[in-house]
């Protein structure tokens, strides 16, 4: 429940879909980083202002890539390939999908554990 309560703090999510099709490395140029830029400050990953964002893959960037790839579970490489686009093209609707479907999964799932148990989260190798 949290994490819908932290969802719905998000503005509406006005960003159209990041579309690249080569692997984007620091220090490249390409029109698709301004997007990228604009969803990694929706997200908060990424701190400044919206309003000066430029084409090219600068060091603030990379190390925003880097937060957001191991927040979602990817290799945290800094390079922006299909899977980083893939996870940064959620949109902020999709998100709070998946987590209304993961509540109902919860409250469906049998809570009647044995004595000793292990619950392992995945996505945080714990």
């Known amino acids: 429940l949290k994490a819908l309560e932290i969802i719905n703090t998000f503005p ?6 990041i579309e690249s099709a080569e692997k ?3 220090h490249d140029t390409n029109p698709a980083v301004v997007n990228i830029k604009k969803r990694l400050l929706f997200w908060k990953d990424m701190s400044g202002r919206s309003d000066s964002l430029t084409k090219i893959y600068d060091q ?3 190390e925003a890539i880097k937060k957001f790839q191991e927040r979602h579970g990817l290799a945290a490489d800094g ?3 299909a899977g ?3 996870a940064l093209n959620f949109s902020k609707a999709k998100r709070k999908e998946q987590i209304i479907a ?3 999964r919860w409250r469906w799932y049998n809570n ?3 004595k000793n148990y292990f619950i392992i989260n995945i996505p945080d190798y714990s």
Do not use: H, Q, Y
Not at 12 to 17: L, N, P, R
């Open 24 to 26: 984007i490395t620091l």
């Open 12 to 17: 509406e999510d006005k960003i159209g879909t």
């Open 79 to 81: 390079v922006i390939g």
């Open 112 to 114: 009647e554990f044995a």
């Open 102 to 104: 993961n509540l109902e």
């Open 60 to 62: 603030k960037t990379f």
């Open 84 to 86: 980083t686009i893939s």
